[in-house]
């Protein structure tokens, strides 16, 4: 396990250098100057011996493979410059909004979880009936809805509507639940699919025969073998899920003017603050990462057979 393990890490050096890459050049050949943002977000009139001060000062005046390591070897050791509008630095920023997403995150990741699980297995088990009609039905209107229109639809009702729940801000839990089903039920929706055709492929599995021939109890059969056995896929699409609601956040979070780290994102792509940008860019491609790597490790915990097929 510790050599799986390891061999997936260190499939992580390349891929987060290659993002790296990626990131300082795309910032970098637009038509925006860094120079010019800097010194609008600082109010100074842009002269020509402006630019080349500011140019200087921020380092542009070097050539780009300079410039892309000294940024790199700074990025290391988790100096991501200051920010242009607050000439704070960046991290620290990033470190005051990114719990609040993540809380947003946390609960919206708990109700795909909590509601995905049962009426996958529910329409799984009672396939071509009612419930299952029903599951999917729900499950092909949630796919379909994109999260900013259901927001402003969920404002609508239990905001303006009924009055039920506060439109906007971050306080109770009253605040959090709208902008949190606003950003799972894509999620969610997606999950009750799979796991109720991973759960309908298990039901036809050989493993799940010879169990029933064997005369276990159904319930055993259900939970052991198609339940346990169906759910490596569904982990998979759930560390994809991470990084879709970290992703989807941005959204959200300008709907309900949730102080998150993406809210703060969309407004340094305004303002052309170019190392928030770099920052935040980076930071979601690595929690992403990392949460691909963790659901890689519980799926080989789970079936040892891709610890083995990894060392192949």
């Keep these: ?62 050539p780009w493979t300079v410039q892309y390591f000294d940024w790199l070897w700074r990025a290391f050791h988790l100096d991501f410059g200051n920010s242009y509008v607050t000439g704070t630095p960046v991290l620290e920023r990033i470190l005051y909004y990114l719990p609040n997403t993540l809380y947003l995150a946390s609960v919206a990741f708990l109700i795909t979880i909590v509601l995905s699980l049962p009426l996958g297995v529910l329409a799984a088990l009672k396939k071509d009936r009612i419930p299952d009609h029903l599951t999917r039905v729900l499950a092909f209107i949630g796919v379909s809805t994109p999260n900013f229109w259901l927001g402003f639809m969920l404002v609508f009702l239990f905001s303006v509507h009924l009055g039920w729940l506060p439109p906007m801000g971050k306080g109770g839990i009253a605040h959090v639940i709208m902008p949190a089903f606003s950003l799972a039920l894509m999620s969610l929706c997606i999950n009750i699919r799979l796991v109720r055709a991973s759960m309908l492929e298990q039901m036809n599995s050989r493993s799940v025969l010879y169990a029933r021939v064997r005369g276990i109890f159904e319930k055993w059969v259900v939970g052991r073998h198609i339940f346990k056995n169906s759910m490596i896929p569904v982990i998979t699409a759930i560390g994809m899920h991470i990084g879709e609601m970290l992703g989807g956040a941005v959204v959200v979070e300008m709907i309900f003017a949730w102080p998150g780290v993406g809210r703060f994102a969309v407004s340094s792509i305004y303002n052309r603050d170019f190392p928030v ?36």
């Design 1 to 62: 396990m510790l050599k799986f393990v390891f061999r997936r890490l260190l499939t992580l050096i390349p891929l987060l250098l290659v993002v790296s890459i990626l990131v300082f050049l795309i910032l970098r050949l637009g038509e925006n100057d860094p120079a010019m943002a800097y010194l609008r977000l600082s109010q100074i009139p842009p002269t020509d011996d402006a630019l080349a001060t500011a140019r200087e000062t921020l380092g542009l005046n070097r």
């Design 277 to 312: 940008m770099q920052c935040f860019i980076l930071m979601m491609t690595v929690i992403f990462v990392c949460s691909n790597l963790a659901v890689d490790i519980v799926n080989a915990w789970i079936d040892p057979r891709i610890r083995y097929e990894g060392n192949n």
